[in-house]
């Protein structure tokens, strides 16, 4: 029983610099395969930090929680990006519009700015900062991934990450939401996939490739 | 005795190189499925150079040849600071970490400069490149190096691993973390392994090492292939330093310091296969890539100094 007490501390204390780490290896990733799969380690530590919140908290409810996202955010929404990118035949670069370099100055001046940002209202509220400024961290990465990103499922993705950074936040600061709201955020997320993913087919079907930076007329 | 072993772990680093080469290698082989040459062949292979006759293009001038000697002593004196089985060094004094650094960019520079004289066309384009490369890893293997001494608040070597030792191995920072990660991407670089540079080619247009050792031979190129193995020896030593130096003698006896050099050799061997890993595993960078690469070390080093702020201990 130890054993699992110290690993909870653990996961709760680092947890959020190995978020860092998975937002700095996404903007740098030039695959998206790398980005989802980085997606899914992303959101296997956060699953990791919800059993461990449901640990310390004695919820019952979190388990489930955090079993939903292993199963949706870890394994299902995973493998229908890759077979979304398989269906699509497109070619697997992320079509940057920053080079990676700037991309991750970009991301660490993020990661900077979400702890200058959360430094105050952490001070006021007994809340983890850490944890905080990863989930503020992500929410920002989240969106620089989507308007930097001129393919069309990145920006899925760059919402998913923002997603994962809502739900991190919520997590932080209210130590679990009831159950019903977390099924339906999860509920929401996934139709918001179905639905991004009928568009991309459609983008591609209309203009022949996923790029939004060329979407500039219309076409009927 | 204390110098004793500080002088046993230098030769340590010095004489166990060629070796942690030869196993990089037979790991590599085993990994690829091929039968691989034996782990001692490194020894061998300076051996037989050592006894050659040493070649000199007829257009080069004294550079050409003192090059490899000043490479290899500087190495040999960089191999002098980093701490193997207890936390301190032959030659460990205050910003010793500084030196350390530049000490290897001396060697390079003379390397370089050797590479020039030698008037081939590889020669010059494998100096240029690794001009670049080394220009662009300063600046991560400073801030890593930087980010740690802030953490441990000792601006040596020895210092910063003896307060890693008093610290628990669960509790890593961020800054610990990002250092580690900007600094194994720079002793890529810096050691001219996969992604950055391919050691086992002469074939390429890419090369950037081995275009520069192209043009010596003989006990020339013994003592540039030695340097270069006592350079990743000592890389590889000092990443297991600053971040997983439990197990060093506390203590001057010969039952810690025997298992502190066993604990040290499983650290090189997991090191070791994670290198033959990535090296059989990844495809080298384009060249046009690799300040993108050392570009994101530097990113991430940056924000290991900047966590040192944040980060509360």
């Known amino acids: ?220 | 005795m204390k110098i004793a072993i500080n002088v046993l772990q230098a030769l340590i680093l010095i004489m166990g190189a060629p070796l942690v080469r030869g196993i990089i290698g037979r790991l590599k082989a085993w990994i690829q499925r091929r039968q691989g040459a034996s782990i001692w062949r490194p020894y061998a292979d300076l051996a037989k150079l050592l006894r050659k006759e040493d070649l000199v293009p007829p257009s080069a001038s004294w550079v050409f040849r003192c090059a490899p000697i000043v490479l290899l002593g500087a190495t040999i004196a960089v191999a002098a600071f980093v701490p193997v089985v207890q936390s301190s060094a032959l030659l460990a004094s205050r910003g010793d970490f500084f030196l350390l650094v530049y000490l290897l960019a001396l060697g390079r520079f003379f390397l370089s400069l050797g590479a020039f004289d030698g008037g081939s066309a590889f020669g010059g384009m494998g100096a240029s490149r690794e001009a670049l490369v080394s220009t662009l890893a300063e600046a991560p293997f400073l801030l890593g190096l930087v980010a740690v001494a802030i953490l441990a608040a000792h601006a040596d070597i020895a210092g910063m691993v003896t307060w890693t030792l008093q610290q628990n191995f669960f509790n890593i920072s961020a800054v610990h973390i990002l250092a580690f990660t900007s600094l194994a991407m720079v002793v890529l670089a810096e050691t001219g392994r996969m992604p950055v540079d391919n050691p086992t080619t002469h074939l390429e247009l890419t090369m950037i090492h081995e275009g520069m050792a192209l043009e010596y031979s003989g006990p020339s190129l013994a003592l540039i292939e030695w340097a270069s193995a006592v350079k990743l020896h000592a890389m590889l030593a000092l990443l297991i330093a600053l971040f997983g130096p439990w197990g060093m003698a506390s203590s001057v006896s010969v039952g810690a310091i025997g298992v502190a050099l066993l604990l040290y050799c499983a650290k090189v061997a997991l090191l070791m296969v994670l290198l033959a890993v990535i090296e059989s595993g990844m495809a080298k960078l384009r060249m046009y890539l690799v300040p993108d690469f050392l570009g994101v070390a530097s990113a991430v080093s940056a924000l290991a100094v900047i966590f040192t702020m944040l980060v509360k201990r």
């Open chain 1, 1 to 220: 029983m130890g054993l699992v007490e110290i690993a909870t501390g653990k996961v709760l204390s680092s947890f959020s610099v190995f978020l860092f780490l998975t937002i700095l290896l996404m903007v740098v990733a030039r695959r998206i395969s790398t980005s989802v799969l980085l997606f899914s380690v992303q959101s296997a530590i956060i699953a990791a930090e919800v059993f461990a919140t449901g640990f310390r908290e004695r919820l019952a409810e979190a388990y489930v929680v955090g079993a939903l996202v292993l199963v949706i955010k870890v394994v299902f929404i995973p493998r229908a990006f890759f077979r979304l990118v398989d269906r699509l035949k497109t070619p697997r670069d992320v079509k940057a519009s920053t080079t990676p370099t700037q991309s991750v100055f970009i991301a660490a001046a993020l990661i900077y700015l979400s702890y200058a940002a959360v430094h105050s209202y952490g001070q006021s509220v007994h809340v983890p900062e850490d944890a905080l400024a990863a989930s503020v961290a992500l929410i920002l990465t989240g969106a620089f991934l989507m308007v930097s990103r001129n393919k069309a499922l990145m920006q899925m993705l760059g919402l998913l990450v923002l997603e994962n950074g809502i739900f991190l936040a919520a997590l932080t600061t209210t130590f679990g939401m009831p159950l019903v709201i977390e099924i339906g955020v999860f509920f929401d997320v996934l139709m918001g996939l179905l639905l991004m993913g009928i568009f991309t087919f459609r983008i591609r079907d209309t203009f022949d490739h996923l790029d939004v930076s060329k979407l500039r007329r219309l076409r009927g």
